[in-house]
């Protein structure tokens, strides 16, 4: 893991507590649902591949509430309305992060494909490159997504408590 892209890891991580998570209206229960995602993904992305785990936090975060949030973490906007959404933003948050880790790590720009969004394009062209790339890129990341792990736990509360 180099020690320059964990830097970048944990600066992102802090930038999108900062503008998320500090939220009085939502940041407590966002946290701990972004948690529960952390904890689970990076075995996830083992089992399956990253391309299949992207395809599935897109879908579960739904294209508007992705939308929503990629803004507001873009423009470092704090005034995100999420109505009891807390869950798909949590997706979308997590979708958004492996996304940043595929540029600021592995270099991985998507190839551009007709009138699709940036992470529809990603996903496309994840899918594109394989089963075995997607495995590869996977793997290649997997340090991060535990940092990411590790942070959402010290940071957030469980669910349940």
């Not at 997607?134 to 959402?152: C, D, E, H, W």
């Amino acid at each position: 893991m180099d020690p320059k892209h964990s830097y970048k890891v944990f600066k992102l991580l802090m930038e999108i507590h900062d503008t998320l998570f500090n939220n009085e209206n939502h940041g407590r229960k966002l946290g701990s649902k972004f948690r529960t995602r952390a904890r689970d993904i990076p075995s996830q992305v083992k089992s399956y591949g990253l391309a299949y785990t992207m395809l599935y936090l897109y879908s579960k975060a739904t294209k508007s509430i992705y939308d929503e949030v990629e803004e507001h973490l873009e423009r470092k906007n704090t005034d995100l309305n999420l109505n009891n959404k807390e869950e798909n933003a949590a997706y979308a948050i997590y979708l958004y992060i492996i996304k940043k880790l595929l540029v600021e790590v592995l270099g991985y720009r998507p190839q551009a494909s007709g009138n699709k969004s940036e992470v529809e394009m990603y996903i496309s062209s994840m899918l594109k490159d394989g089963e075995r790339d997607s495995m590869a890129y996977g793997q290649a990341l997997i340090p991060y997504l535990l940092m990411v792990k590790r942070f959402a736990e010290a940071m957030y509360e469980s669910e349940s408590g």
